[in-house]
Structures are given as structure tokens and as C-alpha cells.
């Protein structure tokens, strides 16, 4: 992404709350629903103030009930309006299972594009903030398997403000997944204006030539970290930020192996089943005798859930040092 | 055999003789369509079929009150004849019974599973009650937008009410006062499932407390005492007035569908008892009695429509069916191919 | 400064002198504990806590009418009291704040999420109204195994009434009238979620009536009130006769937990205008004028109280956290080994 | 499996059915839960006559309402009984979700093993019986990626009673699901008496040496039909039925392809993020170098879902006549 727009430092949490702001400010179909988004400004304040600003009708503080504030929302779409709904945590998006994979993802191929379904759903996600069993959760591969439906996983500011704009453009459900630890954690530049980014685009972070290491979310920040240390002992790690899961950007994890012949994927959600397990195996479909190594996933573990206890937290939590160690084996393979 | 008793002087709820004879004609097109689908399914023309025999007054009543190009349907699979009251073509039914790609769902979906934007049918899918939170967001939507004189109506059998969504939107637009009317089609069944297995209560409409919102109920197989409390509800939602849930009682004569077989679980003595409930001749026999029809009117109407669905049914067998390439498109969006 | 109005009978349903310090102690526990979560994050040796100020009569109340060994209680995370009420030990709350390898959930689950086979405190997750339908299951098996006297107690908060799951498990009790009370702990709040935007109903017991059981509403603040309605649910439920709604008001006087800042959305003033409802100092004063405890009797439950807070607090931060490895286990029965 | 014991030959309902009436007969903390299981005996006849044999107490003809009919199931579990609850369609599990993936999977786990949650959800699924949008769905990978839950996906009916019988033995919650093609058209023999198959062992159908073949449900038979077909061209494939999803028989899958050297997975649900996707990552981690070809996965379309027109569903299906090609292709290469 080149843009030339001034910008501004801002963490995680400014950025969604500032693309929320302007697409309120800027299309008056926009609004947003979900669980104490209200006065309360949303449990991680990114909604703050908005109430007052665009009053109740467009902030709507609703009912504890996530399948009804999937599913109205998706009334709304149908009906021209542009609804962003919240869901607290990503652990409460279950109830709404049915009005995502059921409804919101089949809307526009059941009425055979008689009706559209343009809606994006926000959840903060993942670990290592220690919310426990309940508070947790990754949940990209309970839905990556849903046609219909695009995910977007951002891990910086300026890439959520592009991915967020072009999720509320965008005339198709949407799940923007923002991880919760990089909230506060992450800085950077964001450019002033509005501005998309593409979804279904991944992003080299860093370029290298003897190791392909792709990524999402939290983790990202804690490959290039990784690949930095591995920088040092004089190896040269590419590290892709997936960006969107779906749309997958088959094409820019493709050209890296290919250059690099080797593929570590990283991620914190479990290992089976999880985004890892397309990614390999569409790299194996596409570029088997590209590969000088087997395809490596470091993931969490499979268990269902990290626990409270901060020992139970961090052996499920991937730390940077753990990644430069696949890094170094691969890279020697 | 004892003679006719007189009939009562037609509370006729303002509906003109005109729009009377309109609604004797929905519920005759209805039966007609419900007919050939059961009879296009045992000639092995089509492999399903659902019909709503007994729901007749309910459509017609509540059709009569749906305001066309300003009211929203979102229907369930039962509505055929509502569906039809508020301007789908009979063609479309039979479109969807023979999953032509002239269907406007190109033939993916079940038959029955209506949707219609231009009319204002909301596209619904199979799920039970997957759809009332949709009607409760095309309500807010229209009070968002302060479209007053405009309303949705949302229909759902007695099963659907035992559906966490179903609760969850009710809720919701009591909350919000959306211009909304939810409609219980309470035909004592949900496939072989009784009222008694489905709630411990009686009225459905005793829910309606509970959520804060009006509940009335009516005797669905008279077209016209749906007509008004329909009306009255829709009028109350389209001036700022908030929902209202609306129970109308009916009975299921035919098997859930084409793949169900209701000897299983109720007797062919049970369904005679209720035949008195059946709309058709009743209204029939209630515009005779008031002379809103007569007997050569009522032949030449049933001729009519039997022409009609005789006419559509060769029509759009004669259609082709979707192209098989058309599985891919519609998923996203503008082309299949960047989404893999 | 006016003088104190001379107290009413004591209207004590039964409850013998013991058993009212008994539940006057437990809502010195609670109090207590919840102080003591507050306080350990505030110190930063925890980094969660959540407090259930203004829920202690509720909770003295229902825990009395509860029978242990026979009745189990499916609680959510505000029931503390409860849950010490029915028999865990107050050492267990610690070592779930503490997060330790001892608590019962071995340290996996957040604070406040309590599960006690040995007690029939069933498991719950942080997922509001989804312990609802478990708690339905659990009462029928009671049913279906014959065994009258028992009954399950499921408690939850005004906000989860609006869960689709909520209204799925009461509607199935009220079928097979399962022996459940249901206890809605109304205290005005979902987070920042005011009634008012939770539902258009002042009652949550005006929901009874469109399931079929009856509703029954109580001033939670008043322990003894709580204990009588309770206690006759209970007992109905016990002797067959079905499900009970029952809803005890009360005021959240905390913020929802140590992570929520209240003052986003409520002011000091409208807590300090429900003081009056705080039910410790109630209590205390109730059983003071009634002869039931004298002060010297209170001062020394008060320090007893927290004596053994201080107790188990310094015992339960001297155990360590569980190991790492104990994350592989108890995914399956057996070794997690062959469940790659 | 080597079975003695004197067979009859019945369908894959009739084996359904049996074991299940063998299940209720020999424990009365078993019972069946589900919408029309009474009067009706099940939409497919599958418990006919049971009503009247164990009375309604133990066949539950439950309210219209999925995520309770799951979640008493789990409170039941948890509390000593053996409930076997019933979706209609699999298609109608989504609202079911949160209580399968939220709280069934993570009984034991957030206890710390002081509660269990022995559980059956049955669902048939699957489609090529003009089920349309909603009634044809596949929904293995919607689940298969939660750690707490298995999944049993068996093909013929001696499997099915061994499976079932070992999935209502088991002491975790158990997803099984039923391809509802098969409910009739396919018959084999069943061993009299009770015998389990335990849950998470695959099996292999017919050996070869050229190319391995992996599929589950109603493929497996296609997939036999096509190696037989390319048998007649002298060509020697090996056909793994997976019978249980999770857990995952990786032993067997891999000892076969170290064997043939070549992979094939064949299944009907969707293409990415599939049950293929997890298959094809664990071979190529594990047996990189034993490969000689790139895996395959020839799945259905990522569309969502198969349309109710003939050549809708023909088109999302895929035919034995397409399988042999690609097993032809694949042997070559
Ligand atoms: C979520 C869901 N569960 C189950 C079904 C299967 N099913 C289709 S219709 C039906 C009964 C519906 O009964 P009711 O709501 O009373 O409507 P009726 O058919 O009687 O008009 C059932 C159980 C479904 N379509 N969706
Ligand atoms: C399904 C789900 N949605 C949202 C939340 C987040 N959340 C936790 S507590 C709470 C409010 C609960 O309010 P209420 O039921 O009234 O209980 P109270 O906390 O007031 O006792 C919310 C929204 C959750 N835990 N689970
Ligand atoms: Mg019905
Ligand atoms: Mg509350």
C-alpha cells in the first residue's frame, strides 16, 4: 500500500473507532448495533461518545441476544441500510451461527442476487489478555469454510482503517475479526482521509528469500519480531500478513514459495482444522515441486480453550522466541 | 337434512364487493396451486410439494390489508396464497415448483420459499424462524428512515414460536416500537407435532404480554375477521404505533408436505372434525348468502383460475431448467473467480 | 435526625434464629469476598474480579430454601453468596481468583464460574442464558428418574431473559414440567444495558404467562421474602408440580466487574438513591430489633468472617497455578495423546 | 473388523434404527430427543414404533427449537443420563452451535473433569436427493475444527451400529452424522448382538498400490464404483473410508500413502477449509518426502450450497464417472 496522505500515530482501537466515526459521519444508511455500544461507548470505548453524537436510532444499545442482533441486521441489509453489528467477544458470536452461515452468507445466492446482504459484523478475538476459557477465543476456522461470507483479520492500524472501509463498502456480508491484545499493544501510522484496501490483498511485511512465514492477526507483530532475531544470525525470512481469510490471497503466498521453497505458518488459533490447513494444502496443490521442505504449522494447541491461569495462558500462546526457533529449523532444513 | 340457516347480515369491515370477490379468487388460486403442486408431484413431475390447505382465509385477509408497493412481506413456506394476494404471479408458484431458471430464485430453492424485491417479498430460506429477525430489520429500517404509512408483515406457523430467534425478535421490536405485525398462523400442528408438545399454553397470543405488545386473536378461516384485525394491526404499526402480534387459528388439512404422511400421527377422523373450519366453502357460501357472488359468478371464477393455472403450469414446464454453470455465479458480488 | 421507625414483626416463614444468622453470615461472606476480588485487583495480584453487591439477600434467601444433597443449583457468575450458600467453601473463591491448580476448574475458567459436582453445582460458562437449558436437562433427569424431592434452581440476570436460549429452556420446562425454579436476579443493569433497552415490560414475571407456569416476583433485597417464594417454588417443584418464574429485584451497587467503569453510563447519585435497597445493613438491622443477633453478636460474625477471608486468602495465594501441561488435559477421557 | 457373528443384511436406516432400539432396550438412561422422533417416528421412519415401546418420557418429541434440544441434552449428560438427540436436517444445527461448540465441547474441559457431557447429536446430512438450498448441506467442517468434540461420518451400516453403539458408549459428546443418501440405497450385512468400532479408526476398503483414495459418507461408494473402474485399466488404487472425522485416523491415512506414494481426498462438502484441507496439511507435515505427486482434492464447488434443479445438483455432486478421471490422472502422472 502506497499512500501518500498525511498520517497519524494511532494504536488499534483509535483506528476502528476513527472509520467507524466517518463512515457514520459519511453515509447516513451506517449504524451500529450491538451490546453496550451505547452510553457505555462499548467495552473497549471504541464507540464512545457516538450516541451522543448520532443518537439512539443509529447507535443502537440492544437486547442481550447475538442471533437477533446478526439477524436483524440482516433484515436491515436487505433493506438498503448498512448495519455494523458488534458482537461483545468473539466467544458470544455462537448463538448467532445460524443467522451468519445460514442466513447473512446465503441472502444474495438464495434470491439468485434478487436481494443483497451488505453487513459487517466486528468481534474482538483472541488471547493472551487473560479473559480465560470464555473470553479467548479465535474463531476464523468456524466460518473460513463459508462461501458467502469474507473475513478480514487485520493486525495494524492503517490496515484496519482500509479493511474496515472497504468492509462497509463492500455489498457482502463482511466478519472484520480485531484482536483483542492489539488493541492497546499496536501503533502506526494511519493515512488521514478515507481510503480502501482491497479485501482478499495480503501484504509482504518484510521480504526474505530462504523462508515464506505467513500469519494474521497478533501474530504477525510476533514473526517480524521473530524474523528479526533470526535476521540476526543471518537469515532471511519473508513474513505475509494474510490480511483477509477469506478471499485468500493465493497468489502472493504462492510467488513467496516459490521464491523461498519453504512455508511456516503461524497462527494462535488450534492447529486442526484450522487456516493453516488450506493454506498447506493449497500450497500443495499449486507448488508441490516448488518445496524443498514439508510445509510447518505452528499453532495453538488443540485443547478447547486457553485457560485463566497465567501458566495455562502462555503454553498456549505462541511466543516470539518459539516462532525464531521454527524459523532457524526450517531455514537449516 | 335441515335447511340453511339464515346468514348473518356480512360484517364486512369496509372490504367493497369487489374486494371481496378479490379475496374469494386469492383463496381459490391458492387451493388451485396448492392442488397442482400435490398433483404435479404424484404424476412424478416434481419431486416436493407443500400445501396449505386451510390457511386460505388467512392469506386472503391478510393480503387484503398488505399495502402493495409500500408494505414489506416476509412470508414462510405456507404463504402461497399471501404471497400471490400481495402481486406475485401464479407463474412464479409454478416457476418454483418446477426449479425453472426463470425462477427468481433461478431454481435453487424449495419450492415455496418465495422472494420478490420488487413486490416487497423478502427472500426467506428454510430455517424455522430464521426469518423474523429479518422482518424486525426491514421494520426498523423503515422507521429509521421515518417512512411512516409503510409496515412489514411477518408470518410463522405455532412451531416457529418455540424458535429462540422468533423470541428474539419480538423482543426486539417491542423494545423499539418498529412498524412491524407478526402473524402466527396457528394450524395446531408443526409437522407431527401438536400444540400441546410445542407449549403448556393455549393462546399464543398470551405471549405477547410478556414482551409488551398487543396480542389479538382471530379466526383464521374467516378471511374477513383477519382482514380487520390485520388491517387495524398494520394501520396501528404504519402510524408510529409499534407492533402487535397477531394469532390466527386454522387448521392443516393436507400432510406437512409431499414427503410427510400424517396417518402416522393423527386419524382421518380428526381432520374431518375440523373440515367445518375449511375457508373455502365457507366464504363461498357466506358471499352466496349476501349476494356479493352468485352461483354462475363462483363457476366462471373457478374456471378462470383453473384456466390460469392450467395455462401457467404448461407454460413454465416448458421452460428450461438453470444451466448448470449458474451453480457458480451469485455467491459473491460481480464474478465467481476471485473468491476461491 | 429522625428516629428509628419501630420494626414490623419479624415475619420469618419458618426460619428458626439459627438459620436467620446463618443466612445474616452469609451475606457477610459474600460481601466479603466480593471486597476482596475488588481489592486483589486493585493490589494487581488478580487481574479480573467481579462483585455481586446488592445481590446478597437474594442469594441468603434462595440458598436457605435450598436442599443439599437433593436440589441442584445451575447459578451464573454473580452467585457467589449462592453458591458458598449451598455449601462451597469460601476457600474456593479465592482459589478461583487466584486462578490457582486447586480451584475447581484447575484454574481454566474466569472467577465466579463455579461447578461442584460433589455439591450439584453444575459447570457454567461465561456465555449468559446457555446454562438455561442444562439446568432443564438436569431437572429432567430428576423427572425421568422418579426422584421427588429433588429440584434444580437455575438463577440468571434480567439481561439473559433475552436470549434466544433462555426462552428455548423455560418453554421446555413448562412442557414437561420439569421441577425447576427459575430465579431472575433483576437488578435493574446488563452491563451498561438498562431495563428499559433490555425489554418494553417493567415485569420479568409477566413472561410466565406465555409459557404456562406461574410468575412470581419478589423484593430481592429482602432475604426472608426471597427465602418464602423460593422455598414454595422449590417445594412445588419437588412435589411434581412443575416450573416457577421467579423474579427478585435488586441493584447492582458495583460495576458490572473490575474491567467496567459505571460512571459511562449511570450516575453516583441514582446509586446512592437505591442505597436504601443495600440488604446487609437491612438485614442487620432487622435481626437487630428483632432480637435475633445483638451487636456484640454481629461484631463478632463480622470478624469472624473475615477472619477466615483473610485466611483462605493468605492460604490459597501461597498455592501455586497450575502446571503448563495440565492445559493438554481433560479434553477427552483418557490421555489426550491419540486426539491429535 | 473381523466379525463371527451371524449377519442380516439391512440398510443404512434399518442399521440406525437397530441400534438404537438395542441402545434403549439395554440402558434406561438412554432416550431419544428431537423434533417428530414420536408419533412420527422420525421424518425418515428411523424411530417408528419407539413412542409406544419406551412411552414419551424416553422419546422426547421436543418443541421446534434446536440450541435447547442440544442444551438440555447437555444438562442431561451432565446429570447422569445418556441422551441421544436428534436434528432434522443438518442444515437446522446452526442455531444448535453455540450449545454443540460453546458448551457440549467444553464440559469437561472448564471443569476441570468434575462434570462429562456423554452426548449423541445425530444428524443426517448430504445431499443428491434434490434437498435443495436447505436441506443437502455438509456440515463436517463447520465442527471438525473444535477440540472436545469427535465426529463419526460412517458410510455402511455395519459401521454405523459399531459406531454408533461405541458413540453412545463414549463418554464425550459425539457428532454423527448420517448421509442421508445412503439411508436407503445402501445395504450391507450387520453383525447380530452389540459391537463397537472404536470411534477414530479408519478402515481401507479395497488395497492397492498406485494411488491412495481418501473420502467418507456417500463418496466412499462412488469412490469403490470408480476404482473398480479403473481397476478394469489395470490400474491399482486404495480406497480409505475415514468413518470417524475426528479423531482423525492419521496412522492409517499415512501408512497408505507412504505405500502409494500418491493422495487423492474426495469429499462432498465444500473445497476450502474442508475436512481435505486438514488431511492434505498432516500428509504433507508428515510424509513430505513419500510423495510423488501433489495431493488432490476433488471436493464440491465453494458455492453455498447445491440448488434444488436437477442440474444444480448434479453439477455440485461429483460422479463416480469424475472420480475414476481423476484417479486415472493421478495414477498417471
Ligand atoms: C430450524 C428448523 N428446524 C426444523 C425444521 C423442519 N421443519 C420444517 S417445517 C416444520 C414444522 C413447522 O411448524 P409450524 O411453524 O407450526 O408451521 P406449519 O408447517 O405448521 O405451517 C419443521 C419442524 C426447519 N425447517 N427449520
Ligand atoms: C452470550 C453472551 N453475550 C454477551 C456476554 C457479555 N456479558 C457478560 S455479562 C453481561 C450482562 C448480563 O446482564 P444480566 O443478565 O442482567 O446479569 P447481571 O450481570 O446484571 O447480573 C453481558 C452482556 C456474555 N457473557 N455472553
Ligand atoms: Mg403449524
Ligand atoms: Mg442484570
Same mark, same amino acid.
Given at each position: 500500500?502506497?499512500?501518500?496522505?498525511?498520517?497519524?500515530v494511532m494504536?488499534?482501537v483509535?483506528?476502528?473507532?476513527? #472509520?467507524?466515526y466517518?463512515a457514520l459521519?459519511s453515509?447516513e444508511?451506517?449504524?451500529i448495533?450491538g451490546?453496550?455500544?451505547?452510553? *457505555?461507548?462499548?467495552?473497549? %470505548?471504541?464507540t464512545?461518545?457516538? =450516541?451522543d453524537?448520532?443518537?439512539?436510532?443509529?447507535?443502537i444499545?440492544?437486547?442481550?441476544?447475538e442471533?437477533? $442482533?446478526?439477524?436483524?441486521?440482516?433484515?436491515?441489509?436487505?433493506e438498503?441500510l *448498512?448495519?455494523?453489528?458488534? &458482537?461483545?467477544?468473539?466467544?458470544?458470536?455462537?448463538p448467532?451461527?445460524?443467522?451468519?452461515?445460514?442466513?447473512?452468507?446465503?441472502?444474495?445466492?438464495r434470491?439468485n442476487g434478487?436481494?443483497?446482504?451488505?453487513l459487517?459484523?466486528?468481534?474482538?478475538?483472541?488471547g @493472551?489478555?487473560?479473559?480465560? =476459557?470464555?473470553?479467548?477465543?479465535?474463531?476464523?476456522?468456524?466460518?473460513?469454510?463459508v462461501? @458467502? %461470507?469474507?473475513?478480514?483479520a487485520?493486525?495494524?492500524?492503517?490496515d484496519?482503517?482500509?479493511l474496515?472501509?472497504?468492509?462497509?463498502?463492500?455489498p457482502d456480508p463482511?466478519?472484520?475479526?480485531?484482536h483483542?491484545?492489539?488493541y492497546?499493544? /499496536?501503533?502506526?501510522e494511519?493515512?488521514?482521509?478515507?481510503y480502501?484496501?482491497?479485501?482478499g490483498?495480503?501484504e509482504?511485511k518484510?521480504s526474505?528469500d530462504?523462508l #515464506?512465514?505467513?500469519?494474521y492477526?497478533?501474530?504477525?507483530?510476533?514473526?517480524?519480531e521473530a524474523?528479526?532475531?533470526?535476521a540476526?544470525?543471518?537469515m532471511?525470512?519473508e513474513?505475509?500478513?494474510?490480511r483477509?481469510i477469506?478471499?485468500?490471497? *493465493?497468489?502472493?503466498?504462492?510467488?513467496?514459495v516459490?521464491?523461498t521453497?519453504k512455508l511456516? $505458518?503461524?497462527?494462535?488459533?488450534?492447529?486442526? +482444522? @484450522?487456516?493453516?490447513a488450506?493454506i498447506?494444502?493449497m500450497?500443495?496443490?499449486?507448488?508441490f515441486?516448488?518445496l524443498?521442505a514439508?510445509?510447518r504449522r505452528?499453532?495453538?494447541p488443540d485443547?478447547p480453550?486457553m485457560?485463566?491461569?497465567?501458566?495455562l495462558?502462555?503454553?498456549f500462546?505462541?511466543s516470539?522466541?518459539?516462532?525464531?526457533?521454527?524459523?532457524?529449523?526450517?531455514?537449516?532444513? | 337434512?335441515?335447511?340453511?340457516?339464515?346468514?348473518p347480515?356480512?360484517?364486512?369491515?369496509?372490504l367493497s364487493?369487489?374486494?371481496?370477490?378479490w379475496? =374469494?379468487?386469492?383463496?381459490q388460486m391458492?387451493?388451485?396451486?396448492?392442488?397442482?403442486?400435490?398433483q404435479?408431484?404424484?404424476?412424478?413431475?416434481?419431486?416436493f410439494?407443500? +400445501?396449505?390447505e386451510?390457511h386460505e382465509?388467512?392469506?386472503?385477509?391478510?393480503a387484503a390489508?398488505?399495502?402493495?408497493g409500500?408494505?414489506?412481506l416476509?412470508?414462510y413456506?405456507?404463504?402461497?396464497?399471501?404471497c400471490?394476494?400481495?402481486g406475485?404471479?401464479?407463474?412464479?408458484a409454478l416457476?418454483?415448483?418446477?426449479?425453472?431458471g426463470?425462477?427468481?430464485?433461478?431454481?435453487?430453492?424449495?419450492?415455496n420459499?418465495?422472494s420478490?424485491?420488487?413486490?416487497?417479498?423478502?427472500s426467506?430460506?428454510?430455517?424455522i424462524?430464521a426469518?423474523c429477525?429479518?422482518?424486525?430489520?426491514a421494520?426498523?429500517?423503515?422507521?429509521l428512515?421515518?417512512?411512516?404509512?409503510?409496515?412489514?408483515?411477518?408470518?410463522?406457523g405455532?412451531?416457529?414460536?418455540?424458535e429462540g430467534?422468533?423470541?428474539e425478535? &419480538?423482543?426486539?421490536?417491542?423494545?423499539q416500537?418498529?412498524? &412491524?405485525v407478526?402473524?402466527?398462523?396457528?394450524?395446531?400442528w408443526?409437522?407431527s407435532t401438536p400444540?400441546?408438545h410445542?407449549?403448556a399454553?393455549e393462546? $399464543?397470543?398470551?405471549?405477547?404480554?410478556?414482551?409488551?405488545?398487543?396480542?389479538?386473536?382471530v379466526? +383464521?378461516?374467516?378471511?374477513?375477521?383477519?382482514?380487520?384485525?390485520?388491517?387495524?394491526?398494520?394501520d396501528?404499526?404504519?402510524?408510529?404505533?409499534?407492533p #402487535?402480534?397477531v394469532e390466527?387459528?386454522?387448521?392443516r388439512?393436507l400432510?406437512?408436505t409431499?414427503?410427510?404422511?400424517?396417518? #402416522?400421527y393423527?386419524?382421518?377422523d380428526? &381432520?374431518?372434525?375440523?373440515?367445518?373450519?375449511?375457508?373455502v366453502?365457507?366464504?363461498?357460501?357466506?358471499? =352466496?348468502?349476501a349476494g356479493v357472488?352468485?352461483?354462475?359468478d363462483?363457476?366462471a371464477?373457478?374456471?378462470d /383460475?383453473?384456466?390460469?393455472?392450467?395455462?401457467?403450469?404448461?407454460?413454465?414446464?416448458?421452460?428450461?431448467?438453470?444451466?448448470a454453470?449458474?451453480?457458480?455465479?451469485k455467491?459473491?458480488? @460481480?464474478?465467481y473467480?476471485?473468491w476461491?
Open positions: 500500500m502506497a499512500v501518500a496522505a498525511p498520517t497519524t494504536n488499534n483509535e483506528a476502528v473507532r476513527q #472509520t467507524l466517518e459521519k453515509d444508511r451506517t449504524l448495533m451490546e453496550d455500544v451505547g452510553a *457505555r461507548g462499548n467495552v473497549f %470505548l471504541i464512545k461518545g457516538f =450516541l453524537e448520532f443518537g439512539p436510532q443509529r447507535i444499545d440492544t437486547p442481550l441476544a442471533a437477533s $442482533i446478526v439477524g436483524i441486521a440482516v433484515g436491515m441489509a436487505m438498503g *448498512r448495519p455494523i453489528a458488534e &458482537i461483545q467477544f468473539a466467544d458470544f458470536i455462537y448467532a451461527f445460524n443467522q451468519i452461515v445460514g442466513e447473512a452468507a446465503k441472502t444474495r445466492y434470491s434478487d436481494y443483497t446482504c451488505p459487517v459484523i466486528r468481534t474482538p478475538y483472541g @493472551g489478555v487473560r479473559g480465560a =476459557l470464555s473470553h479467548s477465543v479465535s474463531i476464523e476456522a468456524l466460518f473460513y469454510h462461501p @458467502g %461470507l469474507k473475513i478480514v487485520p493486525s495494524f492500524p492503517a484496519i482503517k482500509g474496515l472501509n472497504a468492509s462497509i463498502d463492500d463482511v466478519l472484520f475479526l480485531e483483542k491484545k492489539t492497546r499493544s /499496536v501503533k502506526g494511519v493515512p488521514s482521509g478515507h480502501t484496501i482491497p479485501l490483498k495480503a509482504v518484510v526474505g530462504q #515464506t512465514v505467513v500469519s492477526g497478533l501474530y504477525v507483530h510476533q514473526a517480524l524474523a528479526k532475531r533470526v540476526a544470525d543471518g532471511s525470512v513474513v505475509i500478513d494474510l483477509s477469506r478471499p485468500m490471497d *493465493r497468489t502472493t503466498i504462492l510467488d513467496s516459490r521464491k521453497r511456516l $505458518i503461524i497462527h494462535e488459533d488450534n492447529k486442526f +482444522g @484450522g487456516i493453516g488450506e498447506a494444502a500450497v500443495v496443490e499449486e507448488a515441486f516448488d524443498d514439508p510445509i505452528l499453532c495453538g485443547v480453550a485457560g485463566y491461569a497465567l501458566p495462558e502462555e503454553e500462546m505462541i516470539p522466541d518459539r516462532m525464531a526457533d521454527a524459523m532457524r529449523e526450517m531455514v537449516r532444513f | 337434512m335441515s335447511k340453511a340457516i339464515p346468514a347480515a356480512l360484517e364486512r369491515h369496509g364487493d369487489e374486494k371481496l370477490r379475496m =374469494l379468487r386469492n383463496m391458492q387451493r388451485t396451486l396448492d392442488n397442482r403442486g400435490f404435479l408431484n404424484r404424476q412424478g413431475k416434481i419431486p410439494a407443500t +400445501g396449505s386451510g382465509g388467512i392469506h386472503a385477509g391478510a390489508a398488505f399495502e402493495r409500500k408494505d414489506i416476509v412470508p413456506y405456507r404463504d402461497i396464497g399471501l400471490v394476494g400481495v406475485m404471479e401464479p407463474r412464479d416457476l418454483s415448483m418446477f426449479a425453472r426463470a425462477d427468481v430464485s433461478g431454481g435453487r430453492q424449495f419450492p420459499h418465495y420478490h424485491h420488487r413486490l416487497g417479498i423478502l426467506v430460506s428454510s430455517i424462524a426469518h429477525p429479518h422482518a424486525v430489520g421494520a426498523y429500517a423503515m422507521k428512515r421515518n417512512e411512516t404509512g409503510r409496515a412489514v408483515l411477518c408470518s410463522f405455532d412451531g416457529a414460536t418455540s430467534e422468533w423470541h425478535a &419480538i423482543n426486539f421490536a417491542a423494545v416500537k418498529v412498524p &412491524i407478526f402473524l402466527c398462523e396457528n394450524n395446531e408443526a409437522i400444540r400441546t410445542q407449549m399454553v393462546d $399464543i397470543i398470551s405471549k405477547a404480554a410478556g414482551y409488551g405488545l398487543p396480542g389479538v386473536k379466526d +383464521g378461516s374467516d378471511p374477513i375477521a383477519t382482514y380487520a384485525v390485520v388491517a387495524e394491526a398494520l396501528r404499526a404504519r402510524s408510529g404505533g409499534g #402487535t402480534l390466527a387459528t386454522c387448521y388439512f400432510a406437512h409431499t414427503d410427510d404422511d400424517d396417518r #402416522t393423527r386419524t382421518r380428526e &381432520i374431518e372434525r375440523h373440515r367445518h373450519l375449511d375457508p366453502p365457507r366464504f363461498e357460501r357466506l358471499l =352466496l348468502e357472488v352468485t352461483t354462475d363462483l363457476a371464477m373457478k374456471k /383460475v383453473l384456466a390460469e393455472v392450467n395455462r401457467v403450469t404448461d407454460e413454465t414446464e416448458a421452460l428450461p431448467y438453470p444451466h454453470h449458474e451453480i457458480y455465479t455467491v459473491y458480488e @460481480g464474478a473467480e476471485p476461491l
